[in-house]
Each structure stands twice: as structure tokens, then as C-alpha cells.
């Protein structure tokens, strides 16, 4: 399975927009990139994904770079309910599973 | 709350005791699936269903863990002989369709072994 890279943790500050990096150098063309988040206490939840074009959603906007090595997904405006590990997975049509890496722990500063 | 709940949401037991977890998905949804989670690591994969049928197992699933989903709707994960490894989040996810379709995930239930 192709992997990700992303940064152990990351602090924003409320109110303002949060970038998350994603590096997935071995991405193969029939990958999709997807993003869940996992608040406290909770089960992960589906965030976003796109295959090769910028993605938008109430959520979150997922940028995805020209030669699809690398990703960021994009909180416009972060409030304290964002704290959360954010994962960057990549997934084939055919997968059904989910593989998880460790994910990015963001922190959200009063 | 996703629609997908897991009955109990914590479970002590002492080493060598059995549990069993509950799962009821989203009740349109044919795909379920078990992920378990330890402390600082992202979910790991255990096994899924497509209505009653088992499609695949991940080498994490010993003999002491048995999953079954008889009638297509909810599902039990059952683990004998319970071993303090066993310790983790258990997660459940459910979805529609086939291949990398969104997982909507329960809130899990927390195993502690003694």
C-alpha cells in the first residue's frame, strides 16, 4: 500500500486558517486521497478526498498538487472543536479497508 | 452521532475472561467493519462484512477473536481468553456500496484488561 507522511503535530491559533500537510511520493494514479479526523473520545470521521482536482466542502478544501505527490487539507477558519488527529489516507476503488497511519495531533490555541 | 453505535462503550474484564462487543450500523449500509485502536496509533484494520458474509480478516485477528454478522444488520465481536494486549479501542465502521466509499464510525468500545 502507497504510504503518507505527515507532520506529528501541528498548533494554530482560533480563528484562523490551518494547513495540514500530506506527502505521498509513491501515489499511483488510481489512488485516492482521503482525509478523516478522530476528535477526543471519538471514532474517526470522514473529512474530504479528490483523486486529481481541488476539493471543497462544508468542512474543509483539499489541495492536491500538480504531479499528486503531496496534499494539504485546509480549515478556513479554525475553532476549538477542530482539535482532533487528522489522517491522510490513501485509498483504491477496489480497497474496502482503511489503512490508518499514525495522523497529525492539531492543536487549537485560544 | 454518526447513526453507528457500539454497545458497551467500556469494558473491564480480568485476563482470561471472554467479552463480546456490539455493533449496529447505519441501517442501510451492507459493509461493516472492526478496526482496533492502542494509545497514540491510528485504528488498525481487523475484519468486514458484506451483509452476512466475512470478506476479509487481518492477520491481527487470532483464533481468540470471532466477528459475526448473522442476519446482515448488526454485528458482535467476540474475544476469548482475553489477554492484557488485548487492551485498545474497538471501533466499527459502516458503509454503502463497495471500495473507498465514506466509513461512518461508532464512538468504540474501550477494553480494558486487568
Known amino acids: 500500500d502507497a504510504k503518507t507522511t505527515q507532520p506529528n503535530s501541528m498548533e494554530s491559533n482560533e480563528e484562523e486558517p490551518v494547513h495540514l500537510p500530506c506527502n505521498h511520493s509513491?501515489?499511483?494514479?488510481?489512488?485516492?486521497i482521503h482525509w478523516y479526523r478522530q476528535l477526543p473520545s471519538q471514532g474517526p470521521e470522514y473529512v474530504i478526498h479528490?483523486?486529481?482536482s481541488n476539493v471543497n466542502n462544508r468542512m474543509a478544501s483539499l489541495a492536491i498538487a500538480e504531479d499528486r505527490k503531496s496534499s494539504t487539507l485546509i480549515l478556513h477558519r479554525a475553532t476549538l472543536r477542530d482539535a482532533a488527529v487528522y489522517y491522510c489516507?490513501?485509498?483504491?476503488?477496489?480497497?474496502?479497508?482503511?489503512?490508518f497511519g499514525k495522523g497529525t495531533r492539531l492543536h487549537i490555541l485560544p | 452521532d454518526t447513526g453507528v453505535s457500539q454497545d458497551p462503550r467500556h469494558k473491564i474484564t480480568k485476563r482470561g475472561q471472554n467479552v463480546t462487543f456490539r455493533c449496529d450500523p447505519i441501517?442501510?449500509?451492507?459493509?461493516l467493519y472492526w478496526y482496533r485502536q492502542t494509545l497514540g496509533q491510528g485504528p488498525e484494520f481487523l475484519t468486514y462484512?458484506?451483509?452476512?458474509?466475512?470478506?476479509?480478516k487481518s492477520r491481527l485477528l487470532s483464533d481468540r477473536f470471532s466477528a459475526e454478522r448473522p442476519k446482515g444488520s448488526f454485528s458482535t465481536l467476540e474475544i476469548q481468553r482475553t489477554e492484557q494486549g488485548d487492551s485498545a479501542m474497538y471501533l466499527c465502521?459502516?458503509?454503502?456500496?463497495?471500495?473507498?466509499?465514506?466509513?461512518?464510525f461508532g464512538p468504540g468500545t474501550r477494553l480494558t484488561v486487568t
Open positions: 465502521a459502516s458503509s454503502t456500496g463497495q471500495g473507498a466509499t465514506e466509513q461512518y
Open positions: 509513491t501515489i499511483s494514479g488510481t489512488d485516492y
Open positions: 479528490g483523486l486529481t
Open positions: 489516507i490513501l485509498r483504491v476503488p477496489r480497497d474496502d479497508k482503511i489503512i
Open positions: 441501517s442501510e449500509h451492507n459493509r
Open positions: 462484512f458484506q451483509n452476512e458474509a466475512q470478506l476479509e
